[in-house]
């Protein structure tokens, strides 16, 4: 099939928009190329790399004229790894292209452009933020290599300092290279399907200053593990808890379903706003403590709770908002289809003392609809979905039983607008739309939207 533009050319093209993965976008007589590390407002040539149907993708062979927001990436290998899409724009102009796509989301998707939406919420310091590190370890050319994944490829970029993970995780990582395979721990072979060691992971707790790491092997048996405990708390003295994960599938799950003790308890505990959270290796936390403080407190803000009321929190993980909104709400009643997070909902409850909040197992769309057959009535309704957004048959039940509030939690733009158009044709009103920066330097973002039933 011939196209009006053909790989190999070179074109003149003025970037216009940013694409959810942080490419540029420019346009050749209506057509659209993706380009990489491109801002809009800048003037590049671009060389056509791949050309489909309804566009292609091109990179940049020369910059005409570069935008005041561009900036020097601080990470040495930001053009290979795909972790970060943003660095080369400045932190405030990242934030002003978040909110840009919310505001862009809002108006073409949900047709509501009368929404306001603030500005966003972002950090004071936007480095050394994530609390926990995934870090897969691979055989590449007979090499071991250690690193994060090369965009849209399992391709691992050996990696020494990642700019957005904690110190202590950097400091770990290199420590352990040149331990673990002289204790012959050999390297993943993903291809093959042989090898030991897939990932380590690192989490830390802001608040305690407690550290597990956890070492995912293909198989259960692990030679030398008093020396692998040992190296590891040479490197970290004040480490607290070390496991290993035992993922024996073929799989690009990271995580398998058993959980071994090397060292100390299984768990570690974090604090957020004076709730503490015991968080095991397979506990959903968000990576970003400080903002997660924002978001929730956020969210406790637009629930409105005076004290009286009876709340649900949707898709409630491992009780994080449920137990934000339990210290004003009356009852708050939780409810998540991952059976361990509902096991660690409850050990959190109990944890910090709460006794009025009930958590159940389930899908969401199922278990509310349920609870409002048997006659439960509710006041406030929160809803943190993945990022497919929350099931028809939720949406269904919130409009026909239309709780007075809704806080809807939300990590994808698109959906979100697309659930609040539904629930504005069925009689809510989007009263406003707040964005959260978690993850600086990359294109994603939260955001907390107000909801009122009625006009």
Partial sequence: MAFAVNRNEKHIVTITDLTSAGQGVGKIDHY????????????????????LKRYGFGEVTEWIEQSPDRVVPSCAVYDECGGC??????????????????RDAMDRIGHLKDVPVHPVKGMETPWRYRNKSQVPIGLQQGKAVWGFYRS???????????????????????????????????????????????????????????????????????????????????????????????NSEKTNTILGHTTYPMYGPTTI???????????????????NSKQTDVLYRQTLEYAELTGTERVVDAYCGIGTISLFLAKDAAHVHGVEIVEQAIEDA??????????????????????????????????VLVVDPPRKGCDETLIDTILERHPRRVVYVSCNPATLARDLKMLSDGGYTVEEVQPVDMFGHSTHIENVAKLTWGR
């Avoid at 505990?269 to 990576?287: K, L």
């Avoid at 409850?346 to 048997?374: H, M």
């Fill in 32 to 51: 659209p190329l993706f380009i990489p590390n491109t801002i809009p407002g800048e003037i590049v040539e671009v060389r056509v790399t791949k050309t």
């Fill in 85 to 102: 899409q943003l660095q080369h724009l400045s932190y405030e102009a990242q934030l002003q292209q978040k909110w840009q796509t919310v």
């Fill in 152 to 246: 849209r490829t399992h391709d691992i970029v050996d990696t020494e300092q990642c700019l957005i993970q904690s110190e202590e995780a950097d400091q770990l990582l290199n420590g352990l290279r040149r331990h673990l395979f002289a204790l012959g721990l050999t390297p993943y072979d993903e291809e093959r399907h042989k090898g030991m060691l897939r990932h380590v992971i690192v989490r830390t707790a802001e608040a305690t200053g407690e550290t597990m790491v956890v070492f995912v092997t293909r198989q259960k048996q692990l030679k030398h593990r008093e020396e692998i405990v040992k190296a590891v708390r040479k490197i970290l003295p004040n480490v607290t808890s070390i496991v290993q994960n035992v």
């Fill in 269 to 287: 505990v974090d604090e957020i706003n004076g709730i503490r959270f015991e968080i095991s290796a397979q506990s959903f936390f968000q990576v």
């Fill in 346 to 379: 409850k050990r959190n409850a109990a944890l910090n003392g709460f006794d009025n909040v009930t958590f159940e197992v389930g899908a969401s769309e199922d278990v509310v609809t349920r609870w409002y057959e048997e006659g439960q009535s509710f006041d």
